[in-house]
């Protein structure tokens, strides 16, 4: 084969295997979402399993490459990938659905295991090991331009699912799609890898000259010390701590906008491209001082008004993120090792992020009441600063002065939000938190937040603190859905408990049962709010997703469904598709209505409930409610969907319903199918 040819082999190998990689990860998490309700946690629980089999393949490539020779290592590798391939397609057996009775979170990494394990893992080890071989090329001193090239998969990747995957084909197509391209990917890492085995196999690994000269000017001996592995375990941490950090930040307490986390990814990645792809994109007396102007104006941010606003928020924190990722990462560059070391290099790199997604993924919201753990990776950042300037007193000084002016707005930070807000509570869901306010329109209220999405409020004058509030006022669809349900005891479900404002519509000998994923929304709902206790209403509470629940449950019977879940940036879809009307109609009177509050700022979701319920031929109808400022009520929009056409024409729902405006041709959401991208506003 010619150089260029051989090349070429190499790199399409490592650009399948990250592009696949990166790939999977969503697809397969879809796929199994609706199994276990759609909760957060399922996310979370994948994204554990593709950590740990992550650092499981950097660590069989560091093995391999130590302790056997390069045949030896080709006659397993080329093993496992035609062992791996027993496993496809990655599709989901149905015997993996749960009855309701398992631990979740064993049960899905046992599913995980078993459809896509030994792939997933056989893609984790390509990168380093691929590079590895390359090194005992002619070119292999431009070795860590591979991982600069992974990264570049990993982008696109990540850019193509949500733009060109998700929206034009279902989640079947898109596993046996993935499937037959993995089937490539083995032939091309087979390839590889028997060319190797056959051309190179007594080759010594070459060293590279950036490396080398990186090295040198690092003062590091060929081979590593203490303090390098400390730097290549810390520099990665800290770019995955800020990463997710800036992400909560931005989408929490900035924005509730879909998609929005693909933007600092996608700067995470970039920085990645960039930095090992040549030493000319990275440059000290450039994004040295960049990366401490961008540490100080983000936790000032933190304290001050720019920073929650968007459209100062968000260039701020991409920005920042681009140039602290760019520091740290072109630091962890300069300190890459000879290529005798590289499977080391890139074991501690995976642990290392391991180590700042786990911190800010699992522990932040254990430890810390609020959002706090961006404003700590600033400190550490500055901190890391010291460790790399340590052979330079000014730039320790720098570094320090740099750390105790972002944990001084840290302080601010926190001293802020004990003046302003009532109380604070995080868990694995999310922070909340109830504020008040002394004057208004009403005179006091006291609100709830996720985020920076409103959940209720409640006035706290006596005379006023039964009434409906936000977005349930009378006039609200909701409102009038209730005025208008059959007379009689009335049986109400409720999805989404917020504030608990819907109870105050309770009547002696009414039923209202509350569905609720977060057990400190009940705490809070309870302790900062009376509307629940207050209520004529027998109250029943379900802790649970709620479609997992209401498909475990014996029919409910309710006279009205309130489907109360969309109002945030992380939109339940698993709640708003044709089997999820399936299973409310299920629990719904023959003349019963599904009121599904669709009040969002970025997404136009009356549509899609227009569509899944004409694919069940039920009929629907819209209430949008424009309050005057002066009742203090937020608009609203709710869609009502019903067997009975006539149930959606009952006084007061008579003149108030309209028909949904013709849109451009939108498939019915289904758990295989969804695409929130057309319905962006």
């Not at 001084?408 to 995080?426: A, I, N």
Request: proline share 6%; aromatic share 12%.
């Amino acid at each position: 084969m010619k150089p260029t040819h051989v090349q070429a082999l190499f790199a399409g190998t490592i650009f399948t295997s990250a592009f696949l990689l990166f790939l999977v990860q969503p697809l397969i998490a879809k796929q199994i979402l609706p199994w276990f309700g759609g909760s957060a946690a399922v996310w979370s629980i994948c994204m554990v399993f593709f950590q740990v089999v992550l650092l499981a393949g950097y660590a069989y490539a560091d093995w391999i490459t130590r302790r056997l020779r390069v045949k030896a290592q080709a006659r397993l590798h080329v093993a496992l990938l035609l062992a791996s391939l027993a496993f496809l397609p990655i599709v989901a057996a149905a015997r993996w659905k749960p009855s309701g009775t398992e631990d979740p979170a064993l049960w899905i990494l046992g599913l995980l295991a078993v459809t896509i394990g030994l792939p997933y893992f056989l893609l984790s080890t390509t990168g380093p090991l691929v590079q590895s071989w390359v090194a005992r090329t002619p070119w292999g001193a431009q070795v860590y331009r591979y991982f600069s090239l992974s990264n570049l998969a990993s982008l696109v990747a990540l850019l193509c699912y949500p733009l060109v995957i998700e929206p034009r084909s279902t989640g079947l197509q898109q596993a046996w799609g993935w499937s037959l391209a993995y089937v490539v990917f083995v032939l091309l890492c087979a390839g590889t890898t028997l060319y190797m085995a056959r051309r190179w196999a007594s080759a010594a690994p070459a060293a590279s000259a950036s490396a080398s000269a990186s090295a040198s000017a690092a003062g590091t001996a060929a081979r590593p010390r203490a303090s390098d592995y400390l730097l290549w375990l810390a520099l990665p941490a800290l770019g995955a701590w800020l990463l997710l950090a800036i992400t909560n930040h931005i989408t929490q307490n900035v924005a509730a906008v879909p998609f929005l986390w693909v933007l600092p990814l996608s700067v995470y990645l970039l920085s990645f491209v960039l930095t090992f792809e040549s030493d000319r994109w990275y440059r000290r007396r450039v994004f040295v001082p960049l990366a401490a102007a961008m540490l100080v104006l983000c936790a000032f941010g933190l304290q001050h008004r720019v920073g929650s606003d968007i459209k100062s928020a968000l260039p701020i924190y991409v920005a920042g993120l681009f140039a602290l990722c760019m520091f740290l990462h072109g630091e962890m560059a300069r300190l890459r090792p000879a290529s005798a070391w590289l499977t080391r290099f890139y074991l501690m790199l995976s642990l290392g992020g391991a180590i700042g997604g786990v911190s800010v993924g699992l522990v932040a919201p254990q430890l810390l009441p609020a959002y706090y753990e961006l404003g700590i990776g600033l400190v550490l950042c500055a901190l890391a600063a010291t460790v790399l300037w340590r052979r330079r007193p000014v730039g320790i000084v720098a570094s320090l002065a740099l750390a105790s002016c972002c944990a001084w707005f840290l302080s601010k930070q926190v001293q802020k939000d004990m003046r302003g807000q009532w109380r604070m509570e995080r868990n694995f869901y999310g922070a909340l938190l109830t504020s008040e306010t002394r004057t208004g329109i009403k005179g006091p209220a006291r609100k709830l937040y996720h985020g920076s999405t409103k959940h209720g409020e409640q006035y706290l004058t006596p005379e006023l603190r039964r009434e409906p509030t936000s977005y349930y006022g009378r006039n609200s669809g909701i409102g009038r859905a209730i005025a208008a349900a059959p007379g009689g005891p009335r049986r109400v479900g409720l999805i989404g408990l917020g504030a608990g404002t819907l109870a105050a519509y309770g009547r002696p000998g009414d039923v209202y049962r509350f569905y609720e994923i977060n057990p400190a929304v009940f705490r809070l709902a309870d302790r900062e709010f009376s509307f629940l206790a207050d209520s004529a209403a027998r109250i029943e509470r379900v802790l649970g997703d709620a479609r997992l629940s209401l498909q475990r449950e014996p029919a409910q019977r309710f006279d009205l469904l309130a489907v109360d879940a969309f109002s945030g940036d992380s939109i339940p879809v698993h709640l708003i598709t044709t089997e999820a009307l399936d299973v409310y109609l299920r629990h719904l009177q023959p003349e019963g209505v599904i009121a599904f509050h669709v009040s969002n700022r970025y997404l136009a979701l009356a549509p899609v409930v227009e569509r899944i319920a004409l694919a069940r031929g039920l009929h629907a109808a819209l209430v949008e409610d424009e309050p005057s400022k002066l009742t203090g009520l937020d608009e609203s929009d709710w869609v009502l969907v019903a067997r009975d056409p006539r149930a959606l024409l009952r006084d007061p729902l008579r003149g108030a319903t309209s028909g949904l405006e013709p849109t451009a041709p939108l498939r019915p959401w289904t758990d295989d199918f969804n695409n929130l991208f057309e319905v962006l506003k």
